[in-house]
Each structure stands twice: as C-alpha cells, then as structure tokens.
C-alpha cells in the first residue's frame, strides 16, 4: 500500500513536471498544465487511478496545505489598510453573486430555492490562486484595481467557513435548522476562544522553546506538528480540517517567528497548489464534454457574466470609477478554488447531482484556464467598450 501511494505521486508530479514544461513552451500559465495533468491521470482517463476516494485524499490534502499558506500570509496590518474594501466590497461582491445566481436559477430553471442558493454559495468564491498569482507577475497588485480584488478575494477566503458550515443547514439536515445553526456557531465561538488561548499563551510558549535548539529543521517539524494538531482539533469539534489549517497559519501568522514560518513553507506552496489543482482535474470525467457540451457552454457564459456584473456592482458601491470597476468585476468571473471543497459537501447532501458536479468541474476548470489571459488584459476592457460607446454615438 504505501508502494502504491509513492508510486502515485511520483506518477503525478511527473507528468506534472513534462506538462508543464511543454505549456511554457507554448507560453501556456502552468496553472492549466496542473489541470491538464489531473484529466490525462484521471480515473475517468486511465485505469492506473482506479481509487476515486484515493483522488478526494489528495484533493483534501492540497486544500489542507493551500488554507494554512493562505491563513501564514494574512496581515491584520495589510488588512487595516484595505478594511473598507473587505468588509463593504467583500462582503457586497458575495451577496450580489448569491442573489443573482440564486435568483436565475431559481426563475429561469425552475429549481427549488435551496438548490438555487446553493449554486450561489458555488458562484460567490473566486480563484485566489491564479487571481493573485497573475497580478504579481504582471505587477499589478498595488494598482487600484488590484487592490480592490485583493480585498475581495480574502473576504472570499474567509466566507468558504460560514458557507460550508451552512451547506447542511440549506440541505435540511437535523430537525431544526434554528438550533444547528445555533450549535455550529457555539463550535465556532469555542474554537475562536480556543484560538485565542494559543495564540496568545500556549504556541508562542512552544515556539519560542523549540527555537533554543537553534534548527530551523526542528522548527520545521514543530510547525507540521502544530497545523496537523490544530487541523485534526476542529474536525474532532465537527468543523472541518481546512479550516483547523487555516488558523493554524493564521495563529502562526501573529507570533514573532512569522517570518521564519513563511521562508520555511513559501518553497512548498506552489507544490501544495499544484497538487490541488492535479487533483481537480482528476476528479473530472472528461466524457461530460462529450454527452453535457450545450450545458457546459451555457454555465460557462452564465458564471462569467454574472460573477462579472456581481464584482463590477460591488465597485460602484463603492463608487470609484468604471475602468476598475469592470477591471475588478472581470478578474474575479471565475469559480475559486474552495468553490470544489463545497461542492463536494453539496454532492454529498443532495444539494447538486452527480452529473451536475461534473458539469461545474468542466465550466470550472475551463474558467480558470482563461482567467490569466482575462486578468491581463482587464484594463483594457473598459477603453474598448468606451471607444465602441463613443464610435456608436457618431
């Protein structure tokens, strides 16, 4: 068994490494290479991958060490200086996608209004990954644009908790919705307390004996050891392991021994992404492009659209102007990578069907592949519709 397993990620990060190779010689971002890789080593492709649960282990894995970088990296500091875009921006991006995309579905397909909100949970979280990854390569994350995404894509980051916690709730799971939503918010209140308790006596206690060793080999275990911990701790509370991984990185985050967290996992963090996204276009069956291809062209118009007038809503609330306005709105048109973690928990309580689940990983990995193209070229949207604007009124 263990053979099996070393054999199976060898096979993946290989084939990662010779796709990869191949899309940067075809001037292709490596992120589609990830997700080319998941589909050619699917078990819906070959035969070699015939455990799908053994593919949702890597998935949960990647998702688990993707949440602590993103919760290492969190600045209350960088935070303060953007607060009015998080919380007004954010949080308006969010409900303007689940009320939209609830509504159409709701109106135009007919589903029940459980179903159609859950479709808006799905819609409202975009790419942190690939959004931000673009903007730093293409320098673009202190212009006014890109600090407007930014602050949304880490109120999506913290939003994944409360939709996932409610997910079951929508589902109607246990007899009164009133009290489980009670309980899940007592859990999160303790575990906040818990939180806090760490943070402040017990980690930086821990952390700072394990640095007298003088090992950054030692720190580096000490800090597996304390995001497995707190991982394993919210999933026994009947949380989830991500989110145990994200304040984990988040407690880590405000010790004194942030910096050195960072340069010892910062290496790693691409590996972590690469294996999640490999192992979301593993879960892809590739034969729904065949027998759902109108489906698939249809909600992939539909989500970036609506995701697009959502952010591009959320600006002017803000009111600054149109240029960044449909900058920002565009950039965020795309299904994020915690949009899969819940759309499994929606598979699993009926909430999406199974073909349905396969057509969103379609539209989903097909969003993401045209994401960086889409995000370089954001600001030149708005002078080309005002340029058509102005060529109409002649």
Request: net charge neutral.
């Amino acid at each position: 068994m263990q053979h099996h397993i070393l054999i199976n990620i060898c096979a993946i990060f290989g084939v990662a490494t010779a796709v990869v190779i191949i899309c940067k010689f075809l001037k292709i971002r490596y992120i589609i290479g990830y997700l080319i890789t998941g589909v050619l080593l699917s078990p819906n492709t070959t035969e070699y991958f015939a455990d799908m649960n053994e593919v949702e282990v890597y998935a949960e894995i990647g998702i688990i060490l993707l949440l602590f970088t993103v919760g290492l990296e969190f600045s209350f500091t960088n935070l303060k200086k953007i607060k009015n875009y998080v919380l007004i921006g954010g949080t308006s991006q969010v409900l303007f996608t689940i009320l939209i995309t609830g509504g159409l579905i709701s109106v135009l397909m007919g589903r029940p209004f459980q179903e159609s909100l859950f479709w808006g949970f799905l819609y409202a979280l975009s790419s942190t990954a690939i959004v931000v990854k673009t903007l730093q390569d293409d320098n673009k994350i202190a212009t006014p644009h890109g600090k407007f995404i930014l602050a949304i894509l880490l109120f999506q980051d913290i939003m994944i908790v409360p939709l996932m916690l409610f997910t079951p709730i929508l589902a109607g799971q246990g007899d009164d919705p009133l009290f489980a939503l009670g309980v899940l918010l007592g859990k999160l209140v303790l575990m906040g307390g818990i939180a806090f308790l760490l943070a402040k006596y017990v980690i930086p206690f821990f952390l700072k004996t394990v640095m007298k060793v003088q090992s950054q080999e030692v720190f580096l275990i000490a800090t597996v050891f304390l995001v497995t911990g707190i991982a394993l701790l919210t999933e026994k509370m009947g949380l989830s392991l991500a989110l145990g991984a994200f304040i984990a990185g988040l407690i880590i985050a405000e010790t004194e021994y942030n910096h050195m967290a960072i340069s010892c996992f910062l290496p790693f963090r691409y590996v972590f992404m690469s294996f999640f996204f490999i192992s979301m276009g593993m879960l892809l069956n590739y034969e729904i492009f065949i027998t759902d291809f109108g489906w698939i062209v249809f909600w992939f118009a539909f989500a970036l659209l609506v995701k697009a007038i959502a952010g591009i809503l959320a600006v002017k609330v803000m009111k600054l102007e149109w240029k960044t306005a449909i900058a920002v709105g565009f950039s965020i048109a795309q299904i994020g990578e915690f949009s899969f973690v819940l759309a499994q928990s929606g598979l699993k309580y009926d909430l999406i069907s199974a073909n349905n689940y396969q057509i969103f990983l379609a539209v989903s990995i097909l969003l993401m592949s045209v994401t960086p193209f889409i995000v370089s070229n954001s600001e030149k949207i708005h002078p080309i519709l005002n340029k058509k604007r102005t060529n109409e009124q002649k």
